[in-house]
């Protein structure tokens, strides 16, 4: 016993720091699965939600436009769905170890966030471009501006994505430490939530100036004033909570 202990001094916190990686790794993905399903729900919840007001839209207030707006968002909703489902396959590799988990982790967070990227330009792009269809003047180059926020928007989260995959590949191969993933994680995800605070708060100011523009043109806009509105107000109350619940779902990876 002497000799195996000269031998391998550190054995016994070897194994320590091994079952704590594991533990670690096991949380994480407890905590990354409970956030998704609500979030999985939150965007069923939003698919419903966008039919609802489509056939409300369509047989109330008899306006085409307003109904193949919600059409479109429903299709942004089902790659929202689509990404958060890739997260949710990741509760299947708790039983691997730790050091394939993240690399497991890694493949599929690219996915997510390729998805989830896809979702947000088209609901931005849907969102904005149904109130600058109104405008005749000056709409060129309100569009440009709008497309190069939604174009911010699209990029951001996949350039971080691969930025961080590249540190934390570095990390495995390199060092071989995957417990520095956790913080590199935390710094990951606190950086982008900031960026797409960021650009969230471009767009809305941009948003607001639009319909600010909007309402002073009375006599173009008051045939389609009330279904605009619940339009309106409906797609900042979606994207405000759904924005929360994939924040929250990205730091609960931490």
Not at 128 to 152: D, T
Request: hydrophobic share 50%; proline share 3%; aromatic share 12%.
């Amino acid at each position: 016993m002497q000799a195996d202990d000269s031998i391998f001094p550190n054995s016994t916190e070897f194994r320590n720091i091994s079952l704590l990686q594991n533990i670690k790794c096991a949380k994480t993905t407890a905590s990354f699965s409970a956030y998704n399903i609500l979030a999985i729900v939150c965007v069923f919840l939003s698919v419903l939600l966008n039919i609802i007001c489509a056939v409300v839209i369509r047989y109330h207030f008899r306006y085409y436009m307003v109904y193949r707006i919600y059409g479109h968002m429903c299709v942004a909703d089902v790659f929202g769905l689509l990404s958060l489902l890739t997260r949710i396959s990741l509760v299947n590799a708790s039983n691997a170890p730790c050091y394939w988990h993240f690399l497991y982790t890694e493949a599929t967070e690219f996915v997510y966030q390729s998805l989830w990227s896809v979702k947000e330009f088209l609901t931005v792009t849907i969102s904005m471009a149904s109130y600058l269809v109104l405008q005749p003047e000056g709409q060129e180059m309100r569009l440009k501006s709008v497309n190069l926020a939604c174009l911010l928007s699209w990029v951001t989260p996949i350039l971080f994505t691969a930025i961080i995959m590249a540190i934390k590949w570095y990390q495995i191969l390199v060092s071989n430490r995957p417990s520095h993933f956790f913080e590199a994680r935390r710094t990951y995800y606190g950086i982008q939530n900031s960026v797409s605070v960021f650009i969230g708060t471009i767009l809305f100011l941009l948003f607001c100036v639009t319909m600010v523009k909007i309402r002073r043109m009375r006599n173009a806009v008051q045939p389609l004033e009330r279904p605009f509105e619940i339009c309106r107000k409906q797609m900042m109350i979606q994207s405000a909570v759904i924005r929360i619940i994939s924040s929250s779902s990205k730091l609960g990876l931490g």
